[in-house]
Nanobody, 127 residues
């Protein structure tokens, strides 16, 4: 059974950090294009990052560059999103996704090829 489960969300003050996890079951994250997305209250879902198959290259949204870092632990079949210098505008439900169709394109924010999604984890950044 194919599944993605996010965890690690929570409440943090501006400037703080959080590390989100995305645990995969039923398939290997190493074989597919992967992405992180987020949806803020009242706003459309937007891309945070996109990682090529095997994790050789990762691209970030302008809002995330220099602050967020994607990594992966193949032994645990888990992908991570390290978020630093968090801002109130980072408040959102964060989702991880995978393109199990075997697509090779990797564009931040493009979710057309992402056919497998987690249910999300909430990140709240406020005073």
């Amino acid at each position: 059974q194919v599944q993605l489960v996010e965890s690690g969300g929570g409440s943090v003050t501006p400037g703080g950090s959080l590390r989100l996890s995305c645990a995969a079951s039923g398939f290997s994250l190493d074989d597919y294009v992967l992405g992180w997305f987020r949806k803020a209250p009242g706003k459309e879902r937007e891309g945070v990052s996109c990682s090529s198959r095997g994790g050789g290259s990762t691209f970030y949204a302008d809002s995330a560059k220099g602050r967020f870092t994607v990594s992966r632990d193949d032994a645990k079949n888990t992908m991570y999103l390290e978020m630093n210098s968090l801002k109130p505008e980072d408040t959102a439900v964060y989702y991880c996704a995978a393109d199990l169709s075997g697509g090779r394109g990797c564009l931040v924010g493009y979710d057309g090829g992402m056919d497998t999604w987690g249910k999300g984890t909430l990140v709240t950044v406020s005073l």
